[in-house]
């Protein structure tokens, strides 16, 4: 396994507190090696294998285990002759969400024994909306993602490819990044690029049908594919429900406004879009229309829609978002009058200003790139992020970055 310390290092501090650790995120991000080498600390721990018990529901191992009296039962068995030498038994819950009520299991296992119990899943039980109401207060959740660069880079190092260790190395391989994506099966096995494709289209198309179609009872599956293309094609563009609408309408696919948010909202809550709302600077307000979306990685689109230079820029829009998101930032699209900010981004105190753009040809681009940063009255931090040439230094207070050395930095 390669380690992943920037995602392990948020679970260890909570070992043998009395939560469930609860990890979420997109089918394939790398949930269940995180839970692995969560298993290897323990053992290096001096914490014995029969303390440790994983289930992994995916697995037809598992298969009769599936209804919350039946799990209850196996792992009492499991659990019961431990406890009576006070030790903790640590339980490992790998896509529980196959498991039907399952939170009333865990609650009893809490109850019931000396447990410490970690859980994974990928589709809207687990969002902290649903499991708040049988966890109360009782769970901590982490959300798990596919590769960083910074961890991609890794993996192409454990695979022997060549170390990126010159500027010239870690921007080509961030090209590399982008057309390639991040899931961690998808980097270490020598793959070609359309090799690739096939294998996240499979992870496409189970997440759409087992957890999107299937669960949801949804009969109009066209439908359903059409508004996919059309947000994975209109990646860091606002648009609304009632744009979508009309598209579709175009296409002699009548759908009202109301079934559009819900596909969207299941998307989401599959883990393969994020929503990125609107921020007004001015007013100072969260904005309810016009939001963004960004895909769990980068390769879905390629996967789905092929292969598109156009699509570079939205992209790396996309990179730099995701990598917010994995480091605790809250993101939001900033508006300043008519104007808008790529990204404002916040975490508790802190917060700053980004704008993104594959090249800069122009005074006029360059002028709105800087530009709209400027029209912003205040000390907090400010970027342009491009990966073209540039001058070195600032342009008045704003700070000019190579995307690729922004992922890598560890300044913010």
């Not at 789905?304 to 605790?328: K, Q």
């Amino acid at each position: 396994m390669v380690p992943r310390p920037d995602v392990v290092d948020h679970i260890l501090p909570y070992i043998d507190a009395p939560l469930v650790k609860v990890l979420t995120g997109v089918r394939r991000c790398g949930k269940s090696t995180v839970l692995a080498m969560v298993m290897d600390e323990l053992r290096s721990r001096g914490v014995p294998n029969d303390h440790i018990i994983r289930y992994n529901f995916d697995s037809l191992e598992f298969d009769d285990l599936k209804t919350a009296r039946a799990l209850y039962g196996a792992i009492r068995e499991r659990v019961a002759p431990r406890a009576a030498d006070s030790a903790t038994t640590y339980l490992f819950l790998d896509e529980i969400q196959e498991v039907e009520d399952w939170e009333r299991v865990v609650n009893s296992l809490m109850a019931d024994f000396d447990v410490d119990i970690y859980v994974t899943g990928s589709n809207s039980r687990m969002m902290s909306s649903e499991i708040s109401t049988h966890l109360t207060g009782r769970y901590v959740t982490f959300r798990v993602f596919p590769l960083s660069f910074r961890e991609f880079l890794a993996f192409r190092r454990a695979a022997g490819e060549n170390a990126e260790e010159g500027a010239g190395d870690t921007r080509r391989a961030l090209a590399d990044y982008l057309r390639r994506g991040g899931f961690p099966a998808t980097a270490l096995g020598g793959f070609s690029v359309e090799e690739i494709y096939a294998i996240v289209r499979d992870i496409y198309n189970s997440t759409i049908f087992t957890d999107i179609v299937r669960r949801n009872q949804i009969r109009k599956v066209d439908q359903l594919e059409r508004i996919v293309r059309y947000t994975f094609d209109n990646v860091g563009r606002t648009f609304s429900a009632a744009a979508i609408a009309k598209y579709l309408k175009s296409q002699r696919r009548a759908i009202d406004e109301e079934t559009v948010y819900s596909y969207l909202d299941k998307l989401e809550r599959a883990y393969i879009l994020h929503r990125c709302r609107r921020y007004d600077l001015a007013g100072k307000e969260i904005l309810k229309t016009q939001e963004k979306y960004y895909l769990a990685d980068t390769s879905l689109r390629y996967a789905v829609l092929g292969y598109d230079p156009d699509s570079v820029a939205a992209m790396l829009e996309n990179l730099v978002y995701l990598e917010l998101l994995r480091r605790g930032w809250e993101v939001f699209v900033g508006k300043v009058g008519d104007a808008e900010i790529d990204f404002v981004a916040t975490r508790r105190e802190r917060r700053m200003y980004l704008q993104v753009s594959q090249a800069i040809g122009s005074a006029q681009t360059e002028e709105r790139e800087y530009g709209r940063l400027l029209a912003i009255r205040d000390s907090h931090p400010k970027y342009v992020l491009r990966t073209d040439d540039f001058a070195a230094g600032g342009h008045d207070g704003i700070r000019t970055m190579h995307v690729a050395d922004f992922l890598l930095s560890d300044e913010w």
